[in-house]
């Protein structure tokens, strides 16, 4: 039996008569992103011909900007130029930088550091930065005295934020990754973007983290099946389809990026607290929320935290949030109340 899980409130307005499904995308950070756009022929939006080509280059650029913002792969970006700044200096940041940034600490605080980003010299070390990666020639994983030292010049460096003043502090040597935050803030940008072009129905997507809003010409909600990853046995957690009605999923995993060292998976995900790769036996957790950033830093951090901490903080915070164990040769699934409360059998 199929399960579906459903907004908690559901607009009325249908989309637009005669309206047909526009597709856009293209290429960004790493990945591909695009949106589905429902559109009449001919469609207004500020009393201005909606042209598919200005769309197109409207929405990239929304992610081109999030790029020369944030990516820790380009060293021209914002945060390459913070992360490389000299000690006790005081930086201004864009705004979009500083609304990521000010998110990602809050979400370090809360959960006592376990999803940090100021995290990076470790991401680096483990070989998931942009150089020195584990899938190039050459790579060694740390040993636990290269971590013990990496994590001791982390030791009491903190990145201090002036909203007032737009402006974030480099105590030196701190390394940025906003990668787990990112990417969400870029699927909020395009609907955001979407939103003041006059499109109220349209599923946005970005690395497979997704976003939507209204309805689909046939008066269907934009409905995707959750990600689930693959399992060898039987035990498979079953197809939970959501309606992003204006709604936000993103999932976080240990089976996308990961490199094998003595026979154990050594995930993409670093926990700060410990500066090792995660071993909890959490294959992903997906989280559903009406921001996509706000998906995204809870779906990596709970990821981190583990089953048992994870979902304690879920339910603390009200999250909807799905996750997905090994055990054996299969997934055994928990979900938070929050997610139990929204989700329907057909």
Request: aromatic share 6%; hydrophobic share 45%.
């Amino acid at each position: 039996m199929r399960r579906v899980l459903l907004p908690p409130t559901i607009s009325a307005e249908p989309a637009p008569a005669g309206a047909g499904i526009v597709d856009f995308g293209g290429a960004s950070m790493g990945t591909t992103w695009s949106a589905r756009v429902a559109l009449t022929p001919g469609a207004m939006a500020a009393g201005v011909p909606l042209r598919a080509a200005g769309l197109q280059a409207g929405l990239q650029e929304q992610l081109d900007q999030v790029v020369r913002e944030m990516s820790h792969w380009e060293p021209a970006s914002d945060l390459g130029r913070f992360n490389r700044a000299g000690a006790c200096t005081w930086h201004v940041l864009p705004a979009g930088f500083l609304e990521v940034l000010k998110y990602a600490l809050e979400v370090a605080r809360a959960t006592g550091g376990a999803c940090d980003p100021c995290a990076g010299l470790l991401v680096n070390l483990w070989g998931f930065g942009p150089t020195g990666r584990h899938d190039e020639a050459g790579f060694v994983p740390p040993t636990a005295r290269d971590v013990a030292t990496v994590r001791a010049g982390m030791a009491g460096r903190t990145v201090e934020l002036d909203a007032a003043r737009k402006r974030a502090f480099q105590p030196g040597g701190v390394q940025l990754d906003l990668s787990a935050v990112a990417k969400g803030f870029g699927v909020d940008r395009l609907a955001q973007y979407l939103e003041a072009q006059g499109c109220r129905h349209y599923l946005v997507e970005v690395g497979g983290e997704l976003r939507g809003a209204g309805f689909k010409p046939d008066g269907q909600p934009w409905w995707v099946a959750l990600e689930e990853p693959p399992a060898p046995g039987a035990g498979r957690a079953g197809e939970i389809a959501v309606a992003l009605h204006g709604l936000a999923v993103a999932t976080s995993g240990d089976y996308r990026k990961y490199f094998m060292q003595d026979a154990e998976r050594r995930p993409h995900t670093i926990d700060p607290r410990n500066g090792m790769p995660i071993s909890n036996a959490l294959a992903s957790v997906t989280v559903v929320h009406e921001s996509a950033m706000a998906a995204d830093a809870w779906s990596t951090a709970l990821t981190v935290l583990g089953p048992e901490q994870g979902l304690a903080l879920a339910e603390r915070k009200g999250l909807a949030a799905r996750f997905l164990l090994r055990e054996g040769k299969g997934l055994r699934e928990i979900l938070s109340s929050r997610f139990q409360k929204m989700l329907e059998e057909e």
